[in-house]
């Protein structure tokens, strides 16, 4: 979590937009995010959350506007796509981890490929980034013999073994038993608390009020909303979002 509000914004979004065919689903984004500040995302389905995660890593391409990280504009499509990953650190829905490597090679497979690390280097760091997750345990085990929260955790491990400067995480619990939700959430309250910047789409308003410290709520493609949680909880200013979180409530 931020403690000091800081000069230049570690990930800017300067006047984004995205189509799919006739679909405009990033409008005129503009989001600036300090370092160490965690910005969490929410908003209707289909209101482009995924699509803005995917952008910031260049997983889509975008239309027109600039995406900065650390005051590096992304390169063309193609051109050193590698580097700009390693910056940016993405979990997904799903862990998509190698099925038959190991936890252990899961973690330590970018360090090795993408920044040559030494191996011994590697299995160390990713021992302690394993340990450090809760599932050093687990090193020697292939992924489908651990549950879905432990697969998730190690997929934060595996984002994190690229030393990002930035964490992208896109709905990082939907796809676990409930019980298992608050295990990967706590490791990443535990980040947020170590000053990672982290852009965090979810819909577990419980880790925003913990560990947000702004609220960016979209809606049809536009940033309708930016404020503190405590701001967006008790006073939302729009109507879609005051709908919005009435119809969390009541699920
Ligand atoms: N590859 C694609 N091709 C065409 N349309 C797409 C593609 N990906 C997303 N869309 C559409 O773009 C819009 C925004 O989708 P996006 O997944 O970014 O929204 P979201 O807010 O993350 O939704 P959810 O909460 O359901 O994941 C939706 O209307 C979706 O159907």
Do not use: W
């Not at 160490?36 to 995660?53: D, F």
């Not at 345990?137 to 984002?159: C, D, E, M, T, Y």
């Not at 990967?184 to 560990?211: C, N």
């Amino acid at each position: 979590m931020t403690t000091q509000a800081s000069g230049d914004a570690l990930v800017s979004l300067n006047g984004v937009n995205k189509h799919y065919g006739q679909l405009h689903v990033l409008k005129n984004i503009n989001l600036q995010v300090k370092k160490g500040e965690v910005v969490v995302v929410i908003g209707p389905s289909g209101s482009g959350k995924s699509t803005l995660c995917r952008a910031i890593n260049r997983l889509e391409t975008i239309d027109d506007g600039d995406i900065a990280i650390d005051g590096k504009k992304l390169p063309e499509e193609g051109k050193d796509l590698a580097h700009l990953r390693a910056d940016v650190g993405m979990v997904f829905q799903s862990f998509n981890l190698f099925a038959h490597k190991t936890i252990l090679e899961n973690v330590t497979l970018g360090p090795i490929k993408v920044k040559k690390v030494a191996k011994g280097t590697a299995d160390k760091e990713a021992m302690a980034l394993l340990e450090r997750v809760g599932v050093g345990h687990q090193a020697p085990k292939l992924p489908a013999q651990l549950s879905g929260g432990q697969q998730q955790r190690v997929a934060i491990a595996r984002a994190l073994a690229m030393k990002p400067k930035v964490m992208l995480f896109d709905e990082p619990t939907s796809a676990l038993d409930p019980e298992m939700i608050n295990e990967v959430l706590d490791v990443m309250i535990q980040l947020a608390k170590e000053g990672m910047t982290m852009i965090v789409v979810t819909h577990e308003m419980g880790f925003a009020r913990k560990a947000a410290d702004r609220v960016v709520f979209m809606a049809d493609g536009q940033i309708v909303e930016d404020a503190t949680p405590e701001e967006f909880f008790t006073n939302p200013k729009s109507d879609r979002a005051k709908d919005f979180l009435s119809k969390l409530l009541t699920h």
